[in-house]
């Protein structure tokens, strides 16, 4: 079967289509100077779980928790992109626990039955993080509502409909400077979480992670001013398999 689905869904907005679109030209020039065919353009698929669409994947970024939960044993790591957050190491990231700007409660313990907005449950930014806090903090939710996405996630704290949630520091940074949401200026960060590995670039089972590597990282390192800060992109690095699989279930 023909591998023809490239995809780049993790930090996509509406308002970032054409960027990443861009980016992928530029991966796919330089994987071509290491001798391979590339997908001329993307596709919006997702992978989360093994299934007959994996055999189609070319490339694709997926988030740590379903790399670690589901796929670890049905891809290739290839490297991790480095998105610069502050207080993390490189290729590193972690979430921003939000809540409304006049909740006057200050601490996560003081949130014992808050409603979450979570994006997905196989979102490690999203779901995992704000349960673990929970569960660390000894506090419940009162009530967990999916909302689909970081994004809808702002959407629903700001507007009531929900108390808190867990925005990636990615996530919330090109929400704010590049989807210009003005639900943002409705809330209030209470506590960042700890630093996990960011998410990983990944290819097939079984193919060779160094040209795919070798490409990306060249692509990155021939984004314009422009390209770089609009998806916030800085360098890829090698993070092992074992790290994601050291995170905290």
């Not at 970032?16 to 290491?34: A, F, K, P, Q, V």
């Given at each position: 079967?023909?591998?023809?689905?490239?995809?780049?869904?993790?930090?996509?907005?509406?308002?970032?289509?054409?960027?990443?679109?861009?980016?992928?030209?530029?991966?796919?020039?330089?994987?071509?100077?290491?001798?391979?065919?590339?997908?001329?353009?993307?596709?919006?698929?997702?992978?989360?779980?093994?299934?007959?669409?994996?055999d189609e994947l070319y490339f694709t970024q997926i988030c740590g928790l379903p790399y670690r939960?589901?796929?670890?044993?049905?891809?290739?790591?290839?490297?991790?992109?480095?998105?610069?957050?502050?207080?993390?190491?490189?290729?590193?990231?972690?979430?921003?626990?939000?809540?409304?700007?006049?909740?006057?409660?200050?601490?996560?313990?003081?949130?014992?039955?808050?409603?979450?907005?979570?994006?997905?449950?196989?979102?490690?930014?999203?779901?995992?993080?704000?349960?673990?806090?929970?569960?660390?903090?000894?506090?419940?939710?009162?009530?967990?509502?999916?909302?689909?996405?970081?994004?809808?996630?702002?959407?629903?704290?700001?507007?009531?409909?929900?108390?808190?949630?867990?925005?990636?520091?990615?996530?919330?940074?090109?929400?704010?400077?590049?989807?210009?949401?003005?639900?943002?200026?409705?809330?209030?960060?209470?506590?960042?979480?700890?630093?996990?590995?960011?998410?990983?670039?990944?290819?097939?089972?079984?193919?060779?992670?160094?040209?795919?590597?070798?490409?990306?990282?060249?692509?990155?390192?021939?984004?314009?001013?422009?390209?770089?800060?609009?998806?916030?992109?800085?360098?890829?690095?090698?993070?092992?398999?074992s790290e994601y699989h050291s995170v905290a279930p």
């Open positions: 079967m023909k591998r023809r689905i490239a995809s780049l869904p993790m930090y996509i907005l509406p308002e970032t289509i054409d960027d990443h679109e861009r980016y992928w030209s530029l991966i796919r020039h330089h994987l071509g100077n290491e001798g391979l065919d590339a997908p001329e353009k993307l596709d919006p698929t997702e992978f989360t779980r093994p299934g007959p669409t994996l939960r589901n796929l670890a044993g049905h891809v290739t790591l290839i490297g991790t992109p480095d998105y610069g957050v502050f207080g993390s190491k490189p290729g590193y990231y972690r979430s921003a626990i939000v809540a409304h700007r006049d909740d006057r409660r200050n601490r996560i313990d003081e949130f014992d039955g808050a409603i979450l907005a979570y994006n997905n449950k196989l979102s490690q930014s999203g779901y995992a993080v704000p349960t673990g806090i929970a569960r660390n903090h000894g506090i419940t939710f009162g009530g967990q509502m999916h909302s689909g996405s970081h994004r809808q996630s702002i959407r629903m704290v700001a507007s009531g409909q929900a108390d808190i949630a867990a925005i990636d520091a990615v996530s919330l940074d090109l929400i704010a400077r590049i989807g210009s949401d003005p639900d943002m200026g409705q809330l209030r960060i209470i506590f960042w979480s700890e630093p996990t590995p960011g998410l990983p670039y990944v290819t097939w089972k079984n193919a060779d992670p160094d040209p795919f590597f070798h490409a990306v990282r060249s692509a990155i390192r021939d984004l314009s001013v422009d390209l770089r800060y609009r998806l916030r992109l800085f360098d890829l690095v090698p993070i092992p398999s």
